[in-house]
């Protein structure tokens, strides 16, 4: 089984960038579809972004295209989040998941069954 730990969050101005890392564990990293989710205080946990096992399809939330790019590195079994012009409504809590089978409707929380433990963005203005 995988195991997932995230990186990179912080407090930010809007505007200012960040990269968010999850690095896995386990030899099987290459095998996963990989997304992240985050939840802000309050809300539901929302899909941000999903990529394939082998990186050839990449799904992104309406919110954020444009801004995020998701990325994986199956070598290092590392999956990347690029945020970029944040906005105060970028303020969550983001988390990784990890997901076996066909690349379906990774939009969708239940196409995954690892999480992380998740990193914090805090958009200052």
């Known amino acids: 089984q995988v195991q997932l730990v995230e990186s990179g969050g912080g407090l930010v101005q809007a505007g200012a960038s960040l990269r968010l890392s999850c690095a896995a564990s386990?030899?099987?990293?290459?095998?996963?579809?990989m997304g992240w989710f985050r939840q802000a205080p309050g809300k539901e946990r929302q899909f941000v972004a999903g990529i394939s096992w082998n990186g050839g399809s990449t799904w992104y939330a309406d919110s954020v295209k444009g801004r995020f790019t998701i990325s994986r590195d199956n070598a290092n079994n590392t999956v990347y989040l690029q945020v970029n012009s944040l906005k105060l409504e970028d303020t969550a809590v983001y988390y990784c998941?990890?997901?076996?089978?066909?690349?379906?409707?990774?939009?969708?929380?239940?196409?995954?069954?690892?999480w992380g433990q998740g990193t914090q963005v805090t958009v200052s203005s």
């Open positions: 386990g030899r099987t990293f290459s095998t996963y579809n």
């Open positions: 998941a990890a997901g076996s089978g066909p690349p379906l409707r990774l939009w969708a929380s239940t196409a995954y069954n690892r």
